[in-house]
């Protein structure tokens, strides 16, 4: 098992674009292109947002996006929106396992 | 679009076991790879396992190794996850998803309480 680091927070205003991070190391995340993200609203289930480190699902708004360098998978959320405002996980499928990050809060200021 | 259906809440003893079901759309059921996913009150996402029904092999994270049991009923389109020997640490939603490399569909958590 490895450990996805995540920032605990990120925030912005409406409008802007913010980046949240997914740190790996080289045998998880810098090895292997199976990497998705999600979105959890309160009380919600979970919501696929990226897969495969930068597709994105049928109904997915293109204001989502996912880019991969090295160790570290980011989610980049362009022209903020109040609904954004939730939990997000990456994840990683890795050998027969699968591991999620620590979670990012984001809000909307 | 997926709909994974999900039992109810239950709680149960410390010691005891506990069964939950998810119900797929029939059809393509035995195509589906399932997994199991958990989140502790405020806590993060934690991987359960995962199986293929086609083949009936289930993959288990490792610290609940020997105490929990994935499996799948192609006749009712039916998975389920068992988890026996019940901790207050094992008080948590737990989900199902469809896939395995990417979770594209979840169902809507059954919350499992363990108290005395």
């Known amino acids: 098992q490895s450990d996805l680091t995540q920032p605990a927070s990120v925030s912005g205003s409406p409008g802007q674009s913010i980046t949240i991070s997914c740190t790996g190391i080289?045998?998880?995340?810098?090895?292997?292109?199976?990497v998705s993200w999600y979105q959890q609203h309160p009380g919600k289930a979970p919501k696929l947002m990226i897969y495969d480190v930068s597709n994105r699902p049928s109904g997915v708004s293109h204001r989502f996006s996912g880019s991969k360098s090295g160790n570290t998978a980011s989610l980049s959320i362009s022209g903020l929106q109040s609904e954004d405002e939730a939990d997000y996980y990456c994840?990683?499928?890795?050998?027969?396992?699968?591991?999620f990050g620590s979670g990012t809060r984001v809000t909307v200021l | 679009q997926v709909q994974l259906v999900q039992s109810g809440a239950e709680v149960k003893k410390p010691g005891s076991s506990v069964k939950v079901s998810c119900k797929a759309p029939?059809?393509?059921?035995?195509?589906?790879?399932f997994t199991w996913v958990r989140q502790a009150p405020g806590q993060g996402l934690e991987w359960v396992g995962s199986?293929?029904?086609?083949?009936?092999?289930?993959n288990y994270a490792q610290k609940l190794q020997g105490r929990v049991t994935i499996t799948a009923d192609a006749s009712t389109s039916t998975a389920y996850m068992e988890l026996s020997g019940l901790r207050s640490e094992d008080t948590a939603v737990y989900y199902c998803?469809?896939?395995?490399?990417?979770?594209?569909?979840w169902g809507q958590g059954t919350l499992v309480t363990v108290s005395s």
């Open positions: 199986i293929i029904p086609f083949s009936g092999i289930g």
């Open positions: 029939e059809g393509a059921f035995s195509t589906y790879v």
């Open positions: 994840g990683l499928h890795i050998n027969t396992n699968f591991v």
């Open positions: 080289r045998t998880d995340v810098g090895g292997y292109d199976y």
């Open positions: 998803a469809r896939g395995v490399q990417l979770l594209d569909f």
